[in-house]
């Protein structure tokens, strides 16, 4: 199976900072990563598909980048409706595994 | 709009059985691949189960083979997780999801609870 790893595991920032989180897969799974937002009690919420796409209605806030092994996630200006955990996901091999997830709160 | 609801959960001992269900609404459901994930308390996400569209094609996690089938029914417009012989370890939330991978529509979740 393809490991993730996702750094940091928990990160704290005051409005408007700008976040990046960093997910890397134990192989190279070209451009297939996606990443999803988890609030609290909440279904995950699909944020970024293929390494870059935003998904439809998602803000331009969120970003994402990489190929190969290494993948960055960016929150540019974050809201306090941002707080949340995130997920990279490996979508290149079966089973299609998650990261451990990133808990982002407002300091 | 897009509706997934899950059901079936509840407490059941050590070895038992349970069968989830997934309505499925505001989509064509037999266009697409549909795909359980779970998340145990208080832990992250592992993806379970995915079924084809004309369900001809089932995957698996390891944790899960021999143990759960996912099936579906087009003409109801349901996904089902039979889930046997659970173990503690079993304990999770479950969400039915749009797609193979790239999951666009999840339902609520469903709490699971294998416990004696």
């Known amino acids: 199976d393809i490991q993730m790893t996702q750094s940091p595991s928990s990160l704290s920032a005051s409005v408007e900072d700008r976040v990046t989180i960093t997910c890397q897969a134990s192989?190279?799974?070209?451009?297939?990563l996606n990443w999803y937002q988890q609030k609290p009690g909440k279904a995950p919420k699909l944020l970024i598909y293929?390494?870059?796409n935003l998904q439809t209605g998602v803000p331009s806030r969120f970003s994402g980048s990489g190929s190969g092994t290494d993948f960055t996630f960016t929150i540019s200006s974050l809201q306090p409706e941002d707080i949340a955990t995130y997920y990279c996901?490996?979508?290149?091999?079966?089973?299609?595994?998650f990261g451990p997830g990133t808990r982002v709160d407002i300091k | 709009e897009v509706q997934l609801v899950e059901s079936g959960g509840g407490l059941v001992q050590p070895g038992g059985s349970l069968r989830l269900s997934c309505a499925a609404s505001?989509?064509?459901?037999?266009?697409?691949?549909m795909t359980w994930v779970r998340q145990a308390p208080g832990k992250g996400l592992e993806w379970v189960a995915g079924?084809?569209?004309?369900?001809?094609?089932?995957d698996y996690v390891d944790s899960v083979k021999g143990r759960f089938t996912i099936s579906r029914d087009n003409a109801k417009n349901s996904l089902y997780l039979q889930m046997n012989s659970l173990r503690d370890e079993d304990t999770a939330v479950y969400y039915c999801?749009?797609?193979?991978?790239?999951?666009?529509?999840w339902g609520q979740g469903i709490l699971v609870t294998v416990s004696s």
């Open positions: 293929d390494a870059s």
């Open positions: 996901q490996q979508c290149d091999n079966l089973p299609f595994t």
């Open positions: 192989q190279d799974i070209s451009n297939c």
């Open positions: 999801a749009s797609s193979r991978a790239t999951l666009g529509y």
């Open positions: 079924i084809k569209p004309d369900g001809s094609e089932k």
């Open positions: 505001g989509f064509t459901f037999s266009n697409y691949w």
